[in-house]
């Protein structure tokens, strides 16, 4: 089975800052995605990453399928961004996911 | 304007009874999942069908019941013999594999009394 870890649990940040929110995993894997979850519940998906590096405005997203990990950047963070960012992997053409436990993120005006 | 719906946002149950989330789609997508979240931990599938008349079970399936008698349609039921079914439920679609996009609905949160 799939560990997937997310670094850090919890991150508090002035407005403006560069933002890191890094996943490693421990099997290779077909595709990592990033989703983002608001204080209301819902979730959406930020990127979907089987290689190199994705941009979409503000936030950029990182894998190194060599060394099982993949980075979630935030640039110019702002209060909107607060949300939990999480990690889940897929493998291969099974259908499950593995998800992380997330990363709280708050960022202060 | 294409989505995935779920209702009610909030259900309060007494123990013992059972209980239906209802969650559709109008993506045309033919995989749907049915997610469990609890404080601290990450996502865990309950759930999941492929396709129509058919669905399998997913890491914490007992205690839940499922049907996918549409395509667009994937109601969960929490029956009494769910021990701790208080959680937020996700319900999510997507075209088909694990590499394909997730679109989740915006959850139920069952609280049972």
């Known amino acids: 089975k799939n560990e997937v870890e997310q670094s850090p649990q919890n991150l508090t940040a002035q407005e403006g800052e560069f933002i890191t929110i890094n996943c490693s995993y421990s099997v290779g894997i077909s595709a990592l995605h990033w989703l983002q979850q608001h204080p209301g519940g819902g979730i959406v998906s930020l990127f979907m990453?089987?290689?190199g590096k994705k941009k979409h405005g503000r936030l950029i997203a990182t894998i190194n399928i060599q060394e099982k990990h993949s980075s979630l950047h935030i640039t110019a963070s702002h209060p909107r961004d607060s949300a939990v960012y999480i990690c889940a992997l897929g493998e291969g053409s099974n259908y499950k996911l593995t998800f992380g436990k997330g990363t709280l993120l708050t960022v202060n005006p | 304007d294409g989505g995935i719906t779920q209702s009610p946002k909030y259900l309060f149950r007494k123990e013992g009874q059972n209980v239906t989330l209802s969650c559709e789609q109008n993506l045309n997508h033919d995989a749907m999942y049915w997610y469990r979240q609890d404080p601290g931990q990450g996502l865990r599938l309950i759930y999941y069908s492929q396709i129509v008349n058919d669905f399998q079970k997913g890491d914490i399936a007992e205690g839940y019941s499922v049907s996918r008698e549409k395509k667009e349609s994937f109601p969960l039921t929490v029956t009494s013999a769910q021990k701790n079914p208080t959680a937020f439920y996700l319900c999510a679609s997507s075209i088909g594999r694990a590499t394909d996009t997730q679109y989740f609905g915006p959850g139920t949160r069952l609280t049972v009394l």
């Open positions: 990453l089987s290689s």
